[in-house]
């Protein structure tokens, strides 16, 4: 299993929160589940972190059977349109986006 995941590395605009929460599972979520491929997705809020420790306010992982299945992902018109949404999601964060593939161990 492949694993791709996405880290929101920064802050969300101070009160601002609970209107990311909602762009996130209303717009993005639903595009999420339509890549192709796709066996599981999480989509990960933020409690707690330690002290020191860089903010994730938002982490998204998605399962994928092998390379291939991924990369048809990643090449799928609903990616495109979500990097568009996502976009519109940045408005209410300051920060970077960085994404990791893993494999996962089955």
Known sequence: MIVRQAFFEGTIHAGREAEFRRFVEDRLVPMWRRFPGVRDLRVLFALERDEGAPPFP?????????????????????????????????????????????????
């Open 58 to 106: 938002l982490a998204l992982a998605m399962t994928f059977d092998d390379r291939a299945a991924l990369q048809e992902a990643l090449a799928a018109p609903v990616r495109f349109e979500s990097r568009a949404v996502t976009a519109e999601l940045m408005q209410m964060f300051d920060g970077h986006i960085h994404h990791h593939v893993f494999e996962a161990l089955g």
